[in-house]
């Protein structure tokens, strides 16, 4: 049974917490974690390339010179794409990269993450996840004393404001909710800050 340790807002450690099985217990699947981020990436791609083809730029289509007797190499018209500043061969336009997984690969992905991350111990789980006043050095203090330093993803179980406008300028840390986590999410941030209600709400929602 995966375990993770049970901290409080002073980074002291008050005991462990068990992990459910199901969601961090699992093998990880290394072929769905690499379909799943390389979907994340080409969702993220705005695909706005765009170049002229032949038949786009504006210029003459007269013949430069004659075919022959000149010692030139042939010529048709300006524009062609082995002209400086011709049009492009095979142009790049703009496209949609963007596709679909299905709803099982996302929850195996997404299980797998959390299942490496709880094996590297990696998941630091608050009793209870709040601050009083937006202070991003309480904060990164906060972080400081669980020994969290460099790249750190934080959940909370509702969008606390508080919370993520305190995390919001320190490099490295980001904000999100228990329900809208992503195995990229999960996988690129370092460790692990999970309140413990959105630890519920984790176990709750995936199981």
């Given at each position: 049974?995966?375990?993770?340790?049970?901290?409080?807002?002073?980074?002291?450690?008050?005991?462990?917490?068990?992990?459910?099985?199901?969601?961090?217990?699992?093998?990880?699947?290394?072929?769905?974690?690499?379909?799943?981020?390389?979907?994340?990436?080409?969702?993220?791609?705005?695909?706005?390339?765009?170049?002229?083809?032949?038949?786009?730029?504006?210029?003459?289509?007269?013949?430069?010179?004659?075919?022959?007797?000149?010692?030139?190499?042939?010529?048709?018209y300006a524009?062609?794409?082995?002209?400086?500043?011709?049009?492009?061969?095979?142009?790049?336009?703009?496209?949609?990269?963007?596709?679909?997984?299905?709803?099982?690969?996302?929850?195996?992905?997404?299980?797998?993450?959390?299942?490496?991350k709880a094996?590297?111990?990696?998941?630091?789980?608050?009793?209870?996840?709040?601050?009083?006043?937006?202070?991003?050095?309480?904060?990164?203090?906060?972080?400081?004393?669980?020994?969290?330093?460099?790249?750190?993803?934080?959940?909370?179980e509702n969008?606390?404001?508080?919370?993520?406008?305190?995390?919001?300028?320190?490099?490295?840390?980001?904000?999100?909710?228990?329900?809208?986590?992503?195995?990229?999410?999960?996988?690129?941030?370092?460790?692990?800050?999970?309140?413990?209600?959105?630890?519920?709400?984790?176990?709750?929602?995936?199981?």
């Amino acid at each position: 049974m995966p375990k993770a340790n049970l901290f409080n807002m002073a980074g002291e450690k008050i005991g462990e917490i068990q992990l459910s099985e199901a969601i961090f217990g699992i093998e990880p699947n290394k072929s769905v974690l690499h379909d799943s981020v390389k979907n994340h990436l080409a969702n993220c791609r705005q695909g706005t390339q765009s170049a002229l083809t032949k038949g786009e730029v504006s210029y003459t289509t007269r013949k430069p010179w004659r075919q022959k007797g000149t010692g030139r190499a042939r010529a048709g018209y300006a524009g062609s794409p082995v002209w400086y500043h011709g049009g492009v061969a095979f142009a790049p336009k703009p496209r949609d990269y963007s596709y679909t997984l299905n709803k099982k690969v996302k929850r195996i992905a997404l299980k797998s993450a959390l299942s490496v991350k709880a094996a590297e111990n990696e998941i630091y789980v608050i009793d209870d996840l709040h601050v009083d006043e937006i202070k991003t050095k309480a904060f990164a203090g906060f972080l400081k004393n669980l020994g969290i330093e460099g790249k750190a993803l934080v959940v909370t179980e509702n969008v606390e404001e508080k919370v993520v406008k305190s995390a919001r300028n320190i490099e490295g840390v980001s904000t999100t909710t228990a329900t809208i986590l992503s195995p990229y999410m999960i996988l690129t941030s370092g460790k692990m800050v999970v309140s413990k209600a959105a630890l519920a709400k984790i176990e709750e929602v995936f199981a």
